[in-house]
């Protein structure tokens, strides 16, 4: 369980986390999406007391995390920048972040067999790629048994079978009755491992809720029409609220009718329809216009604009 | 089922088998933690051979130089102290092993595993200084003996030379050793506080190095005087023997002020430490 009370934090003349208020809980994956500066990173180190607060608090399993006596045992955490010194092996690594709380090298090879780094943990942590390293930051999340994790872009680097992995491994975390809390800027992974979304945008919370309701909530029908008098049609539909695509020749995407009512005005002017469905919202469109208005780092718009950051 | 082929195939997720549990930190487990980095690192091994390389070496090469008693020897050349003049290089190796220790946590970032690790923050500050202190004393104190002994050995020889009964002898001999392990906590205590590795060094090459000769030689007697107050030659009025001694603060009096700097910077550290984010 982790609790976020009127977190905010200033650099400076920045504010990377504006007045947060969050619950995480146990039993659900809950997503922390948000473009990329919007504080997610930032309100990770807050809770794990890594940065202090400017003001508001961050707690743990009810306590500030400085103040349990076994921190790996409460959360594990995976940091979106290495955290490993790049000199020492994988297993070293792991060996000096478990003798911090008395954990055996027998867990430490449990951890290493567990993401698939049996073969080259004997090899310096800087000579593995990015996906690797992100194995290793996940055995040293899991090392304490954590009943909490904290991981900041867990799929970063992964292949798609170590995507699949991860996905697996933090449903099974859950259903445990552990806290499971990870960021990413991509929705479409999100939708597929989180129960739970908190969006933020400039360090401001936009959205907490299941990740059903915001699904629901995102949806503004769009309804696929195949036609051979398409631009017949088109013409009909076309009205206040209305918006008609003609994505391909013979085929219309509209959106602000329902399928009904396409079907009925397409009935009543005789024109044939081979097609008619209404397409699931595009779950990254809707999350885009969400945070839209805080994105930081925006790139350039338009062709112009890019050619005069080439020159 | 791995696409790769040095990564082998994820097995499914498991709880700690029993034995396995994490228990509390204690400063004890956090010590371990640090005696496991400072060792799992080859720049410990090469930095700390080189010193006592260089220590022995040197002790040799002054004990030839100086076999024959000529009238271009100085009263300096043939005290006791000077077959350990290798402490001039070795300050510098056992100072950036210091610094090494506590800022390449921060340049790699691995200083974000520990922290979380290590919440409360200060115990990885004492366990750095336990281990470093405990590994640079026994090993710089060692090897200053040695050197000492091979190097009037190797006198002997020749003429007359000094053995570690003489008075005053041990406490050079041993002070040597125990002058590199302060002037080393210093480096560390500049790596916390500075951080990075390049500045922390650069910090520390002008204690041990501009400073004294900036204060010593550029700006007068009161300069001078300022001068011996200074980490280097507050240590050196302990770990040397010169007779007709340029130092005005006793050998004692010249450790407690060395000890002094250490206090103080050891204390900026903790400041630093329980206050910055990280």
Known sequence: MIEVHQLTKRYGAKLAVDNLTFTVRPGLVTGFLGPNGAGKST????????????????????????????????????????????????????????????????????????????????????????????????????????????????????????????????RGLADEGRTVFLSSHLMSEMALTADHVIVVGRGRLLRDQSMAEFIAAASAETVRVRSPQARELAGLLAGEGVTVRDPADGMLEVEGLSSD??????????????????LDASLEEAYMSLTEDAIDFRSPAGPGAQAGVAA | MSSSATVTAPAAPRSASPGA??????????????????????????????????????????AYNTRHLTSNLQANDIAPSSTLQGYYLAQLLIGALGVLFV??????????????????????????????????????????????????ALLSHYRTGFSLSDPGVLRVVIGTGIYLTLVGMIGGALGWIVRSTPGALVAYFAVVLVLPVLFGEALGNWGKQVAEFLPDQAGASFSTSIPESSYSLSPWVGLLVLVGWVAVALAIAAGVLRRRDA
């Not at chain 1, 010194?85 to 067999?113: K, Q, W």
């Not at chain 1, 390293?133 to 992964?158: F, K, M």
């Not at chain 1, 009512?261 to 209404?278: F, M, P």
């Not at chain 2, 200084?129 to 200053?144: D, E, K, N, P, R």
């Open chain 1, 43 to 170: 309100t990770m180190r807050l809770i794990l007391g890594l940065d202090a607060p400017t003001s508001g608090t961050a707690t743990l399993n009810g306590k500030p995390f400085a103040e349990h006596t076994r921190p790996l045992h409460e959360a594990g955490a995976l940091l979106e920048a290495r955290a490993v010194h790049t000199g020492r092996s994988a297993r070293n690594h792991l060996r000096v972040m478990a003798a911090t709380t008395g954990i055996g090298r027998r867990r430490v090879d449990e951890v290493i067999e567990m993401v698939g780094l049996a073969d080259v943990a004997s090899d310096r942590a800087g000579s593995f790629s990015l996906g690797m390293g992100q194995r290793l930051g996940i055995a040293s999340a899991l090392l304490g048994d954590p009943q909490t994790l904290i991981l900041d872009e867990p799929v970063n680097g992964l292949d798609p079978d170590g995507v699949r992995w991860i996905r697996n491994l933090l």
């Open chain 1, 261 to 278: 009512r396409i079907g009925t005005v397409a009935a009543s002017a005789q024109i044939t329809l081979y097609e008619l469905t209404t």
């Open chain 2, 21 to 62: 549990e994490a228990q509390p930190v204690t400063l004890r487990r956090v010590i371990r933690s640090e005696w496991i980095k400072f060792w799992t690192l080859r720049s410990t091994w090469a930095v700390l051979s080189a010193a006592v390389v260089g220590m022995l070496v040197l002790a040799l090469i002054v």
């Open chain 2, 103 to 152: 800022s390449g946590e921060y340049g790699t970032g691995m200083i974000r595993s520990t922290l979380v690790a290590v919440p409360r923050r200060l115990p990885v500050l004492w366990a750095k200084l336990v281990v470093f202190v405990t590994v640079t004393a026994t090993s710089m104190i060692i090897v200053s003996i040695v050197a000492f002994v091979c190097a009037q």
